[in-house]
């Protein structure tokens, strides 16, 4: 009888093992699934804002400006803003070499940058689509002629812009006519575009100065120089970005879409 007792203790306590071992394994699987999930939920790429759609979602932008200069915060609300609509951008400093564009869907070139360390800047040539607000490179990127003053240059104080060309998408639905594009005066580039501009909005009273204007890929800029890829001119400053108005903001993201779709596409008509 002793012989059975001990027999059926060592079977009790063989089964208790394995329902131990069972219980052990199954919370390892769930601490693993969870594990996993938590892994790939890092992995995952940061989902799109509100802003996002089917012309800006994936698109790779290149964004140029002065890393260690202390404007470069604003350029970080304008790259948070391009990250909202969907795109992922990549900051570098003005002296990236021209070959960083390769691959890119948009290069962005913003007014922090250096204009005299980037003179003659090969950026000119980049089979990209490129916008820029630094009017300082018009002349060199063959935006315009090469005469500060004349060709190109800024308005310190001034808030209003003359839309001249509502119907165009780069107009972005701001109707026709004077439009407030920040709420107090500010710095406002323009230039005097080449023979092939699409010319969008101008300095309100003073219509040779193009505020935003565009050339289509194989358009004629400055001279006989002829567009790699579409082109596109914005008035902002270097702080400029963040007193946008609802006109300037929808200025600058038809700026950014009309850049980044393919020439012929439907909805840029």
Known sequence: MNMNLSLRSRVTASRGSRGTL???????????????????????????GPGADAVTTGKNVLYVTRLNHRDREEDDKVVAHLEQRGMVVKLVDEDAPVSAAKGEDLVIISSVVSARDMVGTPFRDVPVPLLTWESDLFDSLR?????????????????????????????????????????????????????G????????????????????????????????????????????????????????DAAVNWAIREPGDERCK
């Open 22 to 48: 069972l219980r052990v394994a199954s919370l390892l699987a769930a601490l693993l699934a969870l594990g996993g999930a938590g892994t790939a939920a890092a992995a995952a790429p940061r989902e799109a």
């Open 143 to 195: 935006f315009t002629g090469q005469k500060k003053g004349e060709d190109f240059g800024e308005v310190v104080k001034e808030h209003y812009v003359n839309v001249v060309n509502a119907p165009s998408p780069l107009a972005g639905g701001v109707p026709a006519g004077k439009r407030w594009v920040y709420p107090r005066d500010d710095e406002i580039g323009w230039g005097k575009p080449g023979p």
């Open 197 to 252: 501009a699409t010319i969008i909005a101008t300095i309100a009273g003073e219509p040779t100065h193009a505020v935003v204007f565009a050339y289509e890929k194989g358009a004629t800029m400055d001279y006989d120089f002829v567009a790699p890829a579409r082109r596109v001119a914005l008035f902002l400053g270097n702080r400029s970005f963040e007193k946008l108005s609802a006109n300037g903001n929808a200025l600058f």
